[in-house]
């Protein structure tokens, strides 16, 4: 007996979806609520999880394929007819006949016998450890008879690549190496090779194990940070800089002469991609922002000094009672949608002839992740305190990285927020993406001289300071509306009295 699994409905305006990758084959076991498959909408990309358990039979909607809500995606079998998908004829056949009932039983049971040592030969991403020999060289071409001498074959041949450990001397000066590793995964302990695959529990995405073979990481060394442990994209990159910092004192300390500079290659040079739909749906977006609105922008600089006294003084206590790091950008939100609501033309919308002024100041939070821009909306961001922006922006981003985000969360902003210095950008001009008026960028937070006064002269001193660019639409704001809101947001901030904010 089999189920079909239907796209389900992602949000109240999401009425298609497009199937980007299966991250199960047919044949495979799958479990409720294991992710069956990626799907992109023109609002997020999510992974579509199985609602039942068994074996993939038939996989209805190929990879690049858009279908509407409530479309069977696959069916899903409870896999006692036959092994999976690799006699489904054989389970048809006509119940009538006694005799080849009894044959068909007879195969279901040897194919159940050999199927469990040949199902990680199947399946890339399966956590169960494969033998190491045959991981790279042997994708299942021939599964039924290499399986039943897999687990004999690894005690046999592993002194052979592993020669560390017969002789006691070689292995003398690394005693530390065989210790935290395990026996059969001793000879990948150091950078695999690009076809390795490493063991590891949980689903990776093949984007960080893609960039795990790019960068020369084993995943199987790597602790997630991301959901249920999920190995995310920055766990990978951190693990890299480790490697390449132990590396850079390694060769420090052994060598004198500084050898040329070699720039990093991209593995994308001189290569070609299809864009994803999330970035079509941008890219279509931000030309038509650009051609339909009249967008400059304006910026300022803060002297953010007392912000970031203010932040070292609370910030222990700040962790302790949230759960949560207090960074600059919850002082920036919270500064910004105050002033929203004495300017609330940068928190308008255009209709027609008409200036519509929403009630409510509704922050979207723009979240760089590996499938590229998205701005999850904080609802109500007016009435927040420090706590609860710093709380939500953490959720929100670690949601969003995660693919955990509903679509409607990604709707309704009436302003946005832009940490550009995240990256360590002075500041730039952003784009201002309808139906929006107004987006807000801030720069890096960087400590330099500046001219201040000292009971009335004039002194040189080492201040924080932070430039802010406000982008906006001319059509409905003009110059000095800009620069008033820009203001009103720099005296807020060099004011810095925040301590009535802090919501706990």
Same mark, same amino acid.
């Given at each position: 007996?089999?189920?079909?699994?239907?796209?389900?409905?992602?949000?109240?305006?999401?009425?298609?979806?497009?199937?980007?990758?299966?991250?199960?084959?047919?044949?495979?076991?799958?479990?409720?609520?294991?992710?069956?498959?990626?799907?992109?909408?023109?609002?997020?990309?999510?992974?579509?999880?199985?609602?039942?358990?068994?074996?993939?039979?038939?996989?209805?909607?190929?990879?690049?394929?858009?279908?509407?809500?409530?479309?069977?995606?696959?069916?899903?079998?409870?896999?006692?007819?036959?092994?999976?998908?690799?006699?489904?004829?054989?389970?048809?056949?006509?119940?009538?006949?006694?005799?080849?009932?009894?044959?068909?039983?007879?195969?279901?049971?040897?194919?159940?016998?050999?199927?469990?040592?040949?199902?990680?030969?199947?399946?890339?991403?399966? *956590?169960? $450890? +494969?033998? #190491? /020999?045959?991981? %790279?060289? @042997?994708? =299942?071409?021939? &599964?039924?008879?290499?399986? !039943?001498?897999?687990?004999?074959?690894?005690?046999?041949?592993? *002194?052979? $690549? +592993?020669? #560390? /450990?017969?002789? %006691?001397? @070689?292995? =003398?000066?690394? &005693?530390?190496?065989?210790? !935290?590793?395990?026996?059969?995964?001793?000879?990948?302990?150091?950078?695999?090779?690009?076809? #390795?695959?490493?063991?590891?529990?949980?689903?990776?995405?093949?984007?960080?194990?893609?960039?795990?073979?790019?960068?020369?990481?084993?995943?199987?060394?790597?602790?997630?940070?991301?959901?249920?442990?999920?190995?995310?994209?920055?766990?990978?990159?951190?693990?890299?800089?480790?490697?390449?910092?132990?590396?850079?004192?390694?060769?420090?300390?052994?060598?004198?002469?500084?050898?040329?500079?070699?720039?990093?290659?991209?593995?994308?040079?001189?290569?070609?991609?299809?864009?994803?739909?999330?970035?079509?749906?941008?890219?279509?977006?931000?030309?038509?922002?650009?051609?339909?609105?009249?967008?400059?922008?304006?910026?300022?600089?803060?002297?953010?000094?007392?912000?970031?006294?203010?932040?070292?003084?609370?910030?222990?206590?700040?962790?302790?009672?949230?759960?949560?790091?207090?960074?600059?950008?919850?002082?920036?939100?919270?500064?910004?949608?105050?002033?929203?609501?004495?300017?609330?033309?940068?928190?308008?919308?255009?209709?027609?002839?008409?200036?519509?002024?929403?009630?409510?100041?509704?922050?979207?939070?723009?979240?760089?992740?590996?499938?590229?821009?998205?701005?999850?909306?904080?609802?109500?961001?007016?009435?927040?305190?420090?706590?609860?922006?710093?709380?939500?922006?953490?959720?929100?981003?670690?949601?969003?990285?995660?693919?955990?985000?509903?679509?409607?969360?990604?709707?309704?902003?009436?302003?946005?927020?832009?940490?550009?210095?995240?990256?360590?950008?002075?500041?730039?001009?952003?784009?201002?993406?309808?139906?929006?008026?107004?987006?807000?960028?801030?720069?890096?937070?960087?400590?330099?001289?500046?001219?201040?006064?000292?009971?009335?002269?004039?002194?040189?001193?080492?201040?924080?300071?932070?430039?802010?660019?406000?982008?906006?639409?001319?059509?409905?704001?003009?110059?000095?509306?800009?620069?008033?809101?820009?203001?009103?947001?720099?005296?807020?901030?060099?004011?810095?009295?925040?301590?009535?904010?802090?919501?706990?």
């Amino acid at each position: 007996m089999s189920e079909s699994v239907n796209l389900p409905a992602l949000g109240e305006s999401v009425t298609e979806g497009t199937v980007t990758r299966w991250l199960k084959n047919v044949g495979d076991r799958v479990e409720v609520d294991e992710p069956l498959l990626e799907v992109s909408t023109d609002k997020v990309d999510t992974e579509i999880p199985s609602p039942v358990a068994g074996v993939v039979e038939e996989i209805l909607v190929a990879e690049d394929e858009t279908v509407e809500v409530g479309t069977a995606l696959v069916r899903i079998g409870d896999g006692s007819a036959g092994g999976g998908s690799t006699d489904g004829g054989s389970a048809a056949a006509d119940p009538s006949d006694s005799a080849d009932a009894a044959a068909d039983q007879a195969n279901a049971e040897a194919a159940d016998a050999e199927e469990p040592e040949a199902a990680p030969s199947t399946e890339q991403n399966d *956590p169960e $450890p +494969a033998p #190491a /020999p045959e991981a %790279p060289s @042997a994708p =299942a071409a021939e &599964p039924m008879p290499a399986a !039943p001498a897999a687990p004999a074959a690894p005690p046999a041949a592993a *002194p052979t $690549p +592993a020669a #560390a /450990p017969v002789p %006691p001397p @070689a292995a =003398a000066p690394s &005693p530390a190496a065989p210790s !935290p590793a395990a026996s059969g995964s001793a000879p990948s302990a150091t950078v695999p090779s690009p076809g #390795a695959t490493a063991a590891v529990s949980g689903y990776v995405t093949p984007l960080v194990r893609k960039l795990a073979n790019e960068q020369g990481v084993d995943l199987g060394t790597v602790t997630g940070s991301g959901v249920g442990g999920r190995i995310r994209k920055e766990d990978v990159l951190a693990a890299a800089e480790q490697a390449k910092a132990a590396a850079s004192a390694t060769g420090a300390a052994t060598s004198t002469a500084a050898g040329p500079f070699v720039a990093a290659v991209s593995p994308l040079r001189g290569t070609r991609e299809k864009m994803t739909r999330l970035r079509k749906v941008v890219a279509e977006r931000a030309v038509q922002s650009m051609q339909s609105t009249a967008q400059l922008t304006s910026v300022v600089e803060v002297d953010v000094t007392k912000v970031a006294q203010f932040r070292d003084a609370h910030k222990a206590e700040f962790q302790e009672k949230t759960g949560a790091k207090l960074s600059f950008m919850p002082f920036f939100a919270l500064a910004a949608t105050e002033a929203l609501k004495a300017h609330p033309k940068l928190n308008a919308t255009v209709d027609g002839e008409e200036i519509v002024f929403p009630e409510s100041e509704n922050l979207a939070i723009a979240v760089d992740t590996e499938r590229g821009l998205l701005t999850p909306v904080i609802r109500d961001a007016a009435e927040l305190s420090l706590a609860q922006f710093a709380q939500s922006i953490a959720d929100l981003a670690a949601r969003t990285r995660d693919n955990q985000l509903k679509p409607d969360e990604l709707s309704g902003g009436t302003f946005t927020l832009t940490n550009t210095g995240s990256r360590g950008a002075l500041f730039d001009t952003p784009v201002v993406f309808l139906p929006q008026s107004a987006i807000l960028g801030t720069g890096i937070v960087v400590k330099k001289p500046a001219v201040v006064k000292v009971d009335g002269q004039e002194a040189i001193a080492i201040r924080s300071s932070v430039y802010l660019a406000l982008s906006y639409d001319h059509r409905i704001i003009d110059g000095a509306d800009a620069a008033r809101y820009l203001v009103a947001v720099k005296t807020r901030l060099e004011e810095a009295n925040f301590a009535p904010n802090l919501g706990y």
